[in-house]
């Protein structure tokens, strides 16, 4: 089906989207009219952590096939301009699960692992996440993998929304079953539990049976891998797939990437296997950008790395996946941002955002079914302390630091490397404006930054 022909049927499929998928090939049309039970869509949405922009043949990665996630890319939509709240992973997830910009709420800087933690870290009660809402509207709901939004008891995923929860509550795992034993054990519920295989795949395997057990009925999954996250880490079955690399580092990235890959392979061979692909919004991003000089993870062609405001902190792979609802193999290029993923599955569901929620994030679904040509949104920030963005249109207005902010035009200068900011005085004059009054809107931060531990990139190592 070519787009033109997609999109005259697709308030056809907008009209049949609350059916289960065998009535509507049953009956057709014709069903709409039927007193038939609602099947809501489900949601797994799969989080990668610190995979950076290019780091997926669809972004032109070269060295590591990806052709599970890729495949997600050729068959829904890619966002070349999908960015994260944040440059780290922990305020980057408070966005993620409440579709609020993480400052709004004082989610200003990461913790650091539970030892160091501030003793008033993690998602406040006050917040509603994603999984609270979508148990509200009936949904199964489960998260697997990383968690770190709370180490103490009253933050737990099950007191957070979610039904089931097996991983970890940190920031950071070893993959590999002995490693850092006694740290941070694997979680199941509650209950500390033997883990003896590599995370990514146990995560896998975890996924392929939650699938399974609510087959029946609505669910949300979410899919938080560690992968592909420090320290390195990596089985023979992946490593052998990479013989021929000799950088001894980025064969151990690349076998993480190829354990990913096929962990998203399995899951979604699972929905085929249970004819639940039309019946799946599948989402697949990166917490945030690649740290390069950790793991090798790319950002190209963008500016800086994990821990910093230029793209390559901020923008990742950001993809959207679902059979028959939504454009297949299009490459949506207005900005988006993860805090838009809540309020898009929400109206997918059928259900309304309630404009007391205050929300940042918005619903897409009218913008990649062209039902308007709108950018969805007209300004983009982010503040972690010194660091400060905002992005309007083309235009980037970013601090990196302490220092003066500068001013890209995106669109002409990917890779921020023109700073126009005296050429185009009146422009960052403006954009500062703008930044300051959002900024003055946001709360104190709930807790600090940590110190730096020496020399060298540590937001890059941060967890
Ligand atoms: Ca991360």
Redesign the pocket.
């Known amino acids: 089906m070519n787009r033109r022909e997609f999109l005259k049927s697709s308030a056809v499929f907008a009209s049949m989207m609350c059916l289960p998928s065998a009535l509507r090939k049953a009956c057709g049309a014709a069903a709409t009219s039927s007193s038939a039970p609602v099947r809501k869509p489900n949601v797994l949405l799969i989080l990668a952590?610190?995979q950076g922009y290019a780091e997926l043949g669809v972004q032109g990665c070269k060295d590591v096939p990806t052709p599970n996630i890729d495949s997600l890319a050729k068959n829904g939509i890619r966002f070349s301009d999908g960015y994260v709240a944040c440059c780290?992973?922990s305020p980057?997830r408070a966005g993620l699960m409440t579709g609020k910009y993480p400052e709004s709420f004082g989610y200003e800087f990461n913790p650091g692992p539970p030892s160091v933690a501030p003793a008033n870290f993690g998602l406040p009660l006050t917040e509603t996440t994603f999984a609270d809402r979508f148990k509200k509207m009936g949904y199964a709901t489960g998260v697997i993998g990383k968690w770190h939004l709370g180490y103490k008891p009253e933050l737990h995923p099950l007191k957070r929304g979610f039904d089931e929860f097996y991983g970890f509550l940190s920031?950071a795992h070893n993959y590999l079953p002995g490693k850092g034993k006694g740290k941070e054990p694997i979680l199941r519920g509650e209950e500390r539990v033997e883990q003896p295989e590599y995370t990514t795949d146990a995560f896998a395997r975890e996924t392929v049976e939650f699938i399974d057990r609510h087959k029946s009925e609505p669910f949300f999954l979410y899919l938080s891998f560690n992968a592909v996250?420090s320290p390195l880490e990596a089985t023979d079955k992946y490593l052998k797939r990479f013989e021929s690399m000799k950088d001894g580092k980025r064969k151990k990235y690349a076998a993480m990437t190829a354990a990913l890959d096929d962990a998203v392979g399995l899951a979604m061979d699972k929905l085929r296997e249970l004819k639940l692909e039309e019946d799946t919004i599948v989402i697949y991003l990166?917490?945030?950008g690649g740290p390069t000089g950790v793991t090798t993870s790319l950002n190209t062609p963008l500016k800086g790395a994990?821990g910093n405001v230029y793209e390559g902190g901020i923008r990742i792979p950001f993809i959207m996946h679902w059979k028959n609802h939504l454009p297949a193999g299009e490459v949506y290029k207005k900005p988006v941002i993860s805090l838009d993923l809540m309020p898009t599955c929400i109206a997918a569901a059928g259900e309304k955002v309630d404009p007391e929620w205050k929300l940042d994030g918005i619903n897409l679904l009218p913008y990649l079914r062209d039902e308007t040509t709108d950018a969805p949104h007209e300004t983009l920030f982010w503040r972690m302390g010194d660091k400060r963005a905002i992005r309007q249109g083309d235009w980037k207005l970013v601090a990196p630091g302490k220092q003066e902010f500068e001013l890209y035009n995106l669109a002409e200068d990917i890779s921020e490397t023109k700073d126009l900011a005296k050429e185009q005085s009146e422009k960052a004059k403006q954009l500062r404006e703008i930044f300051e009054s959002w900024s003055g809107q946001m709360k104190q931060p709930l807790w600090g930054s940590k110190p730096s531990k020496g020399k060298g990139n540590n937001a890059e190592q941060e967890?």
């Open positions: 952590d610190d780290l992973c980057s920031g996250h990166s917490d945030n994990k967890e």
